[in-house]
């Protein structure tokens, strides 16, 4: 054989054995490309629907709220100082303890001042015993001058002798006045709570001298307590309009943890400043709590949330059926065959801590889906089920159907 015709015939095995090879495996990715092109049902095998949980559009009133971040603030807060100077003696009170207005919360040594208190009384006497006989030596003059028509006291002396018991009674005035003061500063030495409220730590130990600049404790009244907070400019004729609509009736403000939000205390606006602030752009507003149980603590950072008005037969879903999305939020609507198609929606407020007022995009009775949102896109066929549901097993007539389907699908991709 010739050098031409081994050459030929080499090349003819070649392409018999590549042609062996190629042309099974492009007839298996023709069929899968038909598959592939062929409706829903035919070579795959139909998509069974996505179980998910729905519940529908309910309309409720809803209380609409203004939240800002606020502060405990103490109604009255007292710094007690004595007012007389002294050794400090005996404390009357627990640090943290609450004391009423007028209880006897220290002690401070009386004796200096009660010295003066008993030399002014003594003084007291003494001058009241030379008004007396100023007052004695007087009335005899006096009868003497009108005994028998005859002048045995001159005018002159009967002056002297008169002005002698004004002076002895200006005097004992004078010395009862610093009787008085005595007794001021006598009461003083007993250091009382001027209101009711909660005793700070104390600032001075029993034993030390202090004078009228010395801090002894600070009281803080906190039945009742305010709660101060402030609110956008934009919010202003809201909050007047809420307050003129039922003058009568203060707006509710609720007082909220600031970890799990729940309500920890209930009062009613108390006062609205009369300015805003121009470096903020806010307005201060004060509420006014009964803190009977000292939920609120002066200091204490809160969640303040007025109640400005009620939306009447307001569109209510779970908070959960709202996505956000590129163009802002959605929800899937349930149509009428059971596939979903993409909402969207304008929420307005909070409704509690689990559900949302819509303002736009749904009508009432209308199902929204609440779990499951992530397998599903618009035109999805759907299992719907209620809350706490869960799907059915599929049945045996079912499970064969499937896996029949299945093998078709397979047979026509081989």
Do not use: C
């Amino acid at each position: 054989m010739s050098r031409f015709w081994k050459i030929a015939l080499a090349v003819i095995v070649v392409l018999v054995i590549a042609g062996i090879i190629v042309v099974p495996r492009l007839g298996h990715h023709a069929g899968a490309a038909n598959a592939q092109g062929k409706p829903n049902g035919e070579g795959q095998g139909e998509q069974p629907p996505v179980p998910v949980t729905v519940v529908p559009v309910v309309s409720q009133d809803v209380p609409v709220y203004l939240v800002a971040t606020g502060t405990a603030q103490a109604r009255n807060s007292v710094v007690v100082r004595p007012q007389v100077g002294g050794q400090l003696m005996k404390l009357n009170f627990q640090e943290g303890q609450e004391v009423k207005a007028g209880d006897v919360i220290a002690e401070i040594d009386p004796r200096t001042i009660q010295s003066q208190y008993d030399q002014a009384v003594a003084k007291l006497r003494q001058d009241q015993a030379a008004a007396a006989t100023a007052k004695n030596n007087l009335e005899r003059s006096q009868n003497l001058v009108s005994k028998g028509g005859q002048q045995y006291v001159s005018k002159q002396d009967l002056d002297n002798l008169k002005n002698t018991l004004d002076q002895a009674s200006a005097t004992v005035v004078a010395d009862q006045a610093s009787i008085r003061a005595s007794q001021v500063q006598l009461g003083f030495t007993k250091v009382v709570a001027p209101i009711d409220g909660l005793a700070g730590i104390r600032a001075v130990d029993v034993g030390n001298i202090v004078s009228t600049t010395d801090s002894i404790v600070t009281l803080t009244e906190v039945h009742p307590i305010y709660v101060s907070f402030n609110l956008p400019e934009k919010n202003l004729d809201l909050v007047r309009s809420a307050m003129r609509a039922d003058p009568a009736t203060p707006l509710q403000v609720d007082a909220l943890d600031r970890v799990d939000a729940h309500v920890m205390a209930t009062g009613k606006l108390d006062v609205i400043d009369n300015a805003i602030d121009t470096t903020t752009g806010t307005f201060r507003l004060r509420a006014l709590f009964d803190n009977q149980k000292t939920e609120l603590w002066p200091g204490q950072f809160v969640n303040a949330r007025v109640r400005v008005r009620t939306v009447k037969g307001g569109l209510v879903v779970p908070a959960q059926a709202v996505q956000r999305g590129p163009e802002g939020d959605y929800v899937y609507l349930v149509q009428g065959d059971n596939t979903v198609k993409m909402q969207a929606v304008e929420t307005a407020s909070e409704v509690g801590d689990s559900h949302v007022l819509l303002s736009k995009g749904v009508k009432l009775g209308e199902k929204v889906v609440t779990e499951g949102q992530f397998r599903l896109k618009p035109g999805s066929k759907v299992q719907p089920l209620a809350p706490g549901q869960v799907p059915a097993a599929p049945t045996a007539d079912e499970l064969q159907k499937a896996a029949a389907k299945k093998g078709q699908g397979r047979r026509r991709g081989g």
